[in-house]
């Protein structure tokens, strides 16, 4: 039982990992890296995504 309940998390994860794509779009692991990176303000690209150029030295403080 208690796999059963890991297995349903780990479908879980990928269903919301899924969640920024259109509808039958299989994501490569490129695609779900880069949301990633986006979504993680520690990395260039979530600054560069909401048009910086990158995190400024107040930011990282």
Known sequence: ???RSRSN???S???SNMAGFKDGYQPTQDD???RSRQLDPEHD???QSRG???RSQ???A
């Open 58 to 60: 107040e930011k990282e």
């Open 1 to 3: 039982m208690h796999s």
């Open 52 to 54: 910086e150029d990158s």
């Open 45 to 47: 690209a979530y600054w």
């Open 32 to 34: 779900l890296d880069n």
């Open 13 to 15: 994860n990928r269903e």
């Open 9 to 11: 998390e780990a479908m």
